[in-house]
């Protein structure tokens, strides 16, 4: 079992940044393709943001392209999710979410995950 947990979120007003990062119990991070998502309460998980194995792919969703940045630490078993310029639409429970992969390709589809953190709160105001 893998084990992820997020944290970095909290309360800012519109036009900050905050960092978020997960770290994962797993030993053998490098095989792991990693991914963020967010929720809102009564609405789907949504896609933010994918990184392969290695850091060399990533892929956004469309709202947070030129804001958000994807990034990872194998050494340090650890994803990262940069967010600049942070509006409303931003407010979710942020998740980290792995998947164990023999290519270096991203994957942006929930169902394609298998574990799970718990999740972090990002609340923006005015």
């Known amino acids: 079992q893998v084990y992820l947990v997020e944290s970095g979120g909290g309360a800012v007003q519109v036009g900050a940044a905050l960092n978020l990062s997960c770290e994962t119990s797993?030993?053998?991070?490098?095989?792991?393709?990693m991914a963020w998502f967010r929720q809102t309460p009564g609405k789907e998980r949504e896609f933010v943001a994918a990184i392969s194995r290695s850091g060399g792919n990533t892929q956004y969703e469309d709202s947070v392209k030129g804001r958000f940045t994807i990034s990872r630490d194998n050494a340090k078993g650890t994803t990262y999710l940069r967010m600049n310029s942070l509006n409303l639409a931003d407010t979710a429970t942020y998740y980290c979410?792995?998947?164990?992969?023999?290519?270096?390709?991203?994957?942006?589809?929930?169902?394609?995950?298998?574990?799970w953190g718990r999740g972090t709160q990002v609340t923006v105001s005015a």
């Open positions: 797993a030993s053998v991070f490098y095989y792991y393709a």
């Open positions: 979410a792995a998947r164990y992969v023999n290519h270096d390709r991203v994957h942006i589809d929930l169902k394609d995950y298998a574990y």
